[in-house]
């Protein structure tokens, strides 16, 4: 095979794995995220990309690069335009599926940080404060738990919950009933499990029909004690909406690792609430996963380029399926 040239953004991690396991037929940069002018000039010469969720592959970038392929760590593609990918006959793959343990674990982390209001207790003893002081939280134990996307981490998270004794529910219209029956989980509309959730964890993909689905509309659905978990993608959920919504104490809280605007600015309102916990899209930042996705994608890469087949899990485009 033909040695190439390729970019990785430095969010690929562990990025001295990736070299190592492209050195031998790949030359590799690494950068970090880049304006779309940035981005395309930095491209110029290069073969392959490697990319998170931070680098923004448009149309754009498509039509004025020169690329072989786009590698994409993660499960979500939102980021890249599949569209002007097939267009142009550039391959996309991706490891979808290989992080959804990391992410449960993040979810029902987050749920039970948020429930016994962790940061506010954190930030009361960096105050000098103690228990006294301290909002009563709430079990997560024996509480129902809404799932908005059941699938590899959804229901992974229902599965996780299952020693917490919880009723879960789940909403995901592409998704059978049957699915539900392994985690005895019960499948139901949305409005149903707005209303009688006391948490909610958004794990569905972002596409032109979860997009803003958590906003004023069915926040005011929701229960006032409730709390969301929110690990999928920023858009899905209205911050404003958010926001206002535990302001105005009609929300109990909130624990997110996703934002509509990432990096999260520290302006944002979202910091000055006290039973809101975020991370900075972190969930799937776990050794074991990272090692393991760029193992996949990089034996992966190495395929696409010598014209072979990849199995088509890790496949989002594919140029001679056209």
Request: proline residues 4%; charged residues 25%; glycine residues 6%.
């Amino acid at each position: 095979m033909q040695r190439k040239s390729g970019l990785a953004d430095r969010d690929v991690q562990p990025t001295s794995r990736l070299r190592d396991r492209t050195s031998d037929f790949l030359d590799l940069e690494v950068g970090g995220p880049q304006p779309e002018d940035e981005l395309i000039q930095t491209l110029k010469g290069k073969q392959v990309l490697f990319t998170t969720s931070r680098l923004t592959v448009s149309e754009r970038v498509l039509t004025k690069t020169n690329l072989d392929l786009v590698a994409k760590i993660g499960t979500g593609i939102d980021n890249i335009d599949l569209d002007a990918a097939v267009t142009h006959s550039i391959p996309v793959i991706h490891t979808p599926g290989l992080n959804a343990r990391s992410v449960a674990e993040h979810t029902v982390m987050l749920a039970l940080a948020v429930s016994h209001r962790l940061s506010e207790n954190q930030a009361l003893m960096q105050r000098g404060q103690w228990r006294d002081e301290v909002t009563l939280g709430t079990l997560l134990t024996e509480k129902t738990v809404g799932i908005i996307g059941f699938g590899n981490v959804g229901h992974r998270v229902a599965t996780m919950l299952s020693g917490f004794h919880v009723k879960t529910l789940a909403y995901d219209p592409y998704v059978r009933t049957i699915k539900g029956e392994v985690t005895n989980t019960e499948m139901t509309d949305l409005d149903s499990l707005l209303k009688r959730s006391d948490i909610i964890c958004v794990n569905a993909e972002l596409t032109d029909e979860t997009r803003g689905i958590i906003n004023t509309a069915t926040l005011e659905k929701m229960k006032d004690t409730a709390i969301i978990v929110n690990t999928a993608r920023g858009p899905i959920v209205d911050t404003e909406a958010l926001v206002d919504a535990i302001e105005s104490e009609t929300l109990a809280g909130a624990g997110l690792d996703v934002f509509e605007t990432e990096p999260l600015p520290a302006s944002s309102r979202l910091h000055d609430l006290e039973n809101v916990i975020t991370t900075p899209h972190a969930a799937a930042m776990i050794r074991e996963y990272r090692e393991s996705a760029i193992d996949t994608l990089v034996e992966n890469t190495r395929t696409v380029l010598g014209g072979g087949t990849v199995p088509k899990e890790f496949v989002a485009v594919d140029p001679r399926d056209n």
